[in-house]
Structures are given as structure tokens and as C-alpha cells.
């Protein structure tokens, strides 16, 4: 088993082997950012996992559609350990539930733009324009830049998220047992920053989880206004 710090120096290098600099742009067109919590625990999470994996190819991907999974760590206590779940994770979903008036959190359980939501057929395109989010990723540095539709003096945080593909596990214990999984959209990472004027220049996450290399990786970026949880607008794209 490799660290998770492998992978974000493969991501690195793959960028530098591009030429130096990745630049993503949303359109000013809202992207909706799709969130799955998720645990190599839970049996009934294999459909959506599934699912989600299928947005890979989906010419919508990154531009109408910014999908990420979060490995909740509550399932644990059955006897496997999710390798990619994390606490913080957990606790992001908890936040969510509490605004959500939910007296409990649950496996699979996707959020759509911040709200929550049943998979199965993909959100229409939006049709609100919020503003353009910009990232550039050079090594292992991000400047991301937000211009809002109707500026007017509100601050922003914003959250950029290291994503792993392709990600296997060998489950030898809890609902999953004996199965072999793959995931895709994986946070490996995430950082959350307060930008000022729009802008800030920040390092892609330390991975907070310790999978094998990643046979492809990706960035997300969104944006929500300075200490809340809802996205406003959301961008990524393939790193390698």
C-alpha cells in the first residue's frame, strides 16, 4: 500500500509535464456540484457508487456537473475500515443534516448544490448565473479567482478538493465483505480558505487518506459565501 502522499506528487508531476499551468474556468452559468457520502461499509452504497462512476464519461462532466464523494467514517465500527474515510467528512455531512432539519445521517446520501437529493437522472443544465470561477494550478500551487454576477461586497470562501479514480480496495470485513470495490471522485483532500477581493492563492490538500496510485486524478474547486456550507459555483477538471 502506497501513501497518499505519492499520489499528490504524481499529481504534480503531471501537471508539469503539461506544460507548467492548468487553467479551469466555469462558465457564468451556475455548475452544480453533486456530493456523495459514501463507505466501502455499507452495502447499499454499491449502486451509487456506481452511478457515479458513470459520470466519468459524461460530456457534461466539469463544466455542467462537478461530482465528488466523501467516505464517511461511521461504518467503521463494523470491522473494515474505509481507507478513504475521514472524521472531517463525517462531519461535513452532519452539517449538512442539521441544515437539512434530519435527525440522523445515512449511507448513500447524495447533496445537490447543497440540498438534498435522490440520484438517478442527472440535474438540468441551471440556468441562474452566480459568476465565473477560476483556478490555475501550477505544481502544487492553486490561484482561484471569483467574479460574481452582481458583486456587492460579500465575502466567499473557497474550497478546493484533490480527487482519486479508479481507487481499489479488498474488503475483507463488515456488509462489503469478500468484495473487491472501486471508486472514482474520491477527496483525497480538501482546503478551505477565505478569499479577499475575490481571490486567493493557496496549495492543493495534503491527502487525508492513504490509498495506491491513482490511475487518474482530477481537481474541484467551488465557492459558497465566507462561512457557509452551500455551493455557489463549482469548477474542475482532469490533473492527470
Known sequence: MIRAAVVLLAMAAAISTQGGELVFESKPARS???????????????????????????PRLWQDIVPVAFHVDYWDHLGWKDPFASKIWTERQADYSVRWKMESVYTPAFALDGKEWH?????????????????SVNGDKVAATFKPANPGGQRYDIHVACLGFSLMADVTAGENN??????????????????????????????SATPAIASR????????????????????GWLQ
Open 32 to 58: 452544480h456540484l453533486i456530493e456523495l457520502y459514501t463507505s466501502e461499509g455499507c452495502s447499499s452504497c454499491l449502486p451509487a457508487e456506481e452511478w457515479m462512476s458513470g459520470l466519468k464519461n459524461q
Open 119 to 135: 440520484y438517478g437522472t442527472l440535474p438540468a443544465a441551471a440556468t441562474e448565473t452566480p459568476g465565473v470561477l477560476k483556478i
Open 178 to 207: 469478500g468484495r473487491k470495490l472501486m471508486h472514482d471522485f474520491v477527496v483525497l483532500g480538501l482546503t478551505n480558505e477565505t478569499m479577499k477581493s475575490g481571490a486567493k492563492e493557496l496549495q492543493l490538500p495534503s491527502p
Open 217 to 236: 486524478t482530477a481537481i474541484a474547486a467551488w465557492v459558497t459565501q465566507a462561512g457557509q456550507i452551500e455551493p455557489i459555483q463549482a469548477v474542475g
